[in-house]
């Protein structure tokens, strides 16, 4: 889940820079992506604590927060963390080549 809100300039950018990418990757496929304004979060989900943060990337399962990453720096941060959420709190591996 993407919360997310309006003029967030992160969101923007991250809308630029990875969102027509993510749904054709790996990460994408095994976790799509989901956007919840900031405003509804608690209507969609439940989270560990609090979003106070935008962009913060919730990742769920039932509804339920597993972890998150708070923030969009750039591209070269937001991959590696990713992957390293997905594998952590999911049975995500990444494809052998």
């Given at each position: 889940v993407m919360v997310e809100q309006p003029g967030c300039?992160?969101?923007?950018r991250w809308d630029k820079?990875?969102?027509?990418?993510y749904p054709k990757t790996d990460e994408g496929?095994?976790?799509?992506?989901?956007?919840v304004d900031i405003s509804a979060v608690e209507d969609s989900v439940t989270p560990q604590r609090a979003v106070v943060f935008t962009p913060t990337f919730l990742l769920v399962e039932d509804d339920t927060e597993l972890g998150?990453?708070?923030?969009?720096?750039?591209?070269?941060?937001?991959?590696p963390m990713l992957n390293m959420l997905l594998?952590?709190?999911t049975d995500f591996e990444e494809p052998t080549e």
């Open positions: 300039i992160y969101c923007e820079e990875i969102a027509p990418a496929e095994f976790a799509p992506l989901r956007r998150r990453l708070e923030g969009y720096p750039g591209a070269e941060f937001f991959w594998r952590d709190k």
